[in-house]
T-cell receptor
Framework: DTEVTQTPKHLVMGMTNKKSLKCEQH?????MYWYKQKAKKPPELMFV???????INESVPSRFSPECPNSSLLNLHLHALQPEDSALYLC???????????????FGEGSRLTVL | KQEVTQIPAALSVPEGENLVLNCSFT??????LQWFRQDPGKGLTSLLL?????REQTSGRLNASLDKSSGRSTLYIAASQPGDSATYLC??????????FGPGTRLSVLP
C-alpha cells in the first residue's frame, strides 16, 4: 500500500467557517507534511511532523492549525480563512532515515479548497 | 538559501521523441533529489528518487541523473507518448525533512 488518502477532495467554505482537512497513510512513515499549491506554481511547504512532533512551521498564519493525532493521521484545521487561501492542499509522507535523512515523498491527491 | 530552477518551462514534442528535462540547484548540500509528475488538478506522483551518493536511477523509459557537484539533474524520457503529457517537477531533499521544489516543466506530447 503506497497510498496517501486525503479527504475531502473538494471544500467550499465561507470566511467565518471552521473546517478540517484530513490525511491518512498506512506505510509506516513517521514524517508527514502539508503543502499548499496555487495554480501553475510548485508546492509550498507549510508544516512537517516528524514522529508526531511539529518539526517545521514555515511561518504559516495561525488561521491554519495542524494536528497529528497519531503516526498515521494528519489534520489541518481551518478557521477564518481569506479568499487568497484558496488553493490545492497536498498531504505527503515519507520515512525518516538515519541522522534525519529523508526518504521518498509520497503525495495524496489533494484537497481543493475554495474560500468565498 | 537553496533555489531550484527547471529548464525549459514548457516543451511540446511529437510522439516518439526522446527528451531531456533539466533541474538545477544552488547548494550542493542535498540528501537526495526526487522527480515527480503532476497531472492537472491532481497530486504529485513520484517517478524517481536519487540519493546524494548515487549518479543515476532508471525506471522503464525514464532515466534520471544527478551531478551534485555541479548542482544539476536531468530526467531523460525515451520514446515519448501522449500519456507522458504532464508537469514534471524536481525537488531537492535537505536536512530535516525539508524539500525545495522547482517550478516545473510543462510537457505536451502530440500524437
Amino acid at each position: 500500500d503506497t497510498e496517501v488518502t486525503q479527504t475531502p477532495k473538494h471544500l467550499v467554505m465561507g470566511m467565518t467557517n471552521k473546517k478540517s482537512l484530513k490525511c491518512e497513510q498506512h506505510m509506516g512513515h513517521r514524517a508527514m507534511y502539508w503543502y499548499k499549491q496555487k495554480a501553475k506554481k510548485p508546492p509550498e511547504l507549510m508544516f512537517v511532523y516528524s514522529y508526531e512532533k511539529l518539526s517545521i512551521n514555515e511561518s504559516v498564519p495561525s488561521r491554519f492549525s495542524p494536528e497529528c493525532p497519531n503516526s498515521s493521521l494528519l489534520n489541518l484545521h481551518l478557521h477564518a480563512l481569506q479568499p487568497e487561501d484558496s488553493a490545492l492542499y497536498l498531504c505527503a509522507s515519507s520515512h525518516v532515515g538515519g541522522r534525519g535523512v529523508t526518504g521518498e515523498l509520497f503525495f495524496g491527491e489533494g484537497s481543493r479548497l475554495t474560500v468565498l | 538559501k537553496q533555489e531550484v530552477t527547471q529548464i525549459p518551462a514548457a516543451l511540446s514534442v511529437p510522439e516518439g521523441e526522446n527528451l531531456v528535462l533539466n533541474c538545477s540547484f544552488t547548494d550542493s548540500a542535498i540528501y537526495n533529489l526526487q522527480w515527480f509528475r503532476q497531472d492537472p488538478g491532481k497530486g504529485l506522483t513520484s517517478l524517481l528518487l536519487i540519493q546524494s551518493s548515487q549518479r543515476e536511477q532508471t525506471s522503464g523509459r525514464l532515466n534520471a541523473s544527478l551531478d551534485k557537484s555541479s548542482g544539476r539533474s536531468t530526467l531523460y524520457i525515451a520514446a515519448s507518448q501522449p500519456g507522458d503529457s504532464a508537469t514534471y517537477l524536481c525537488a531537492v531533499g535537505l536536512k530535516g525533512q525539508n524539500f525545495v521544489f522547482g517550478p516545473g516543466t510543462r510537457l505536451s506530447v502530440l500524437p
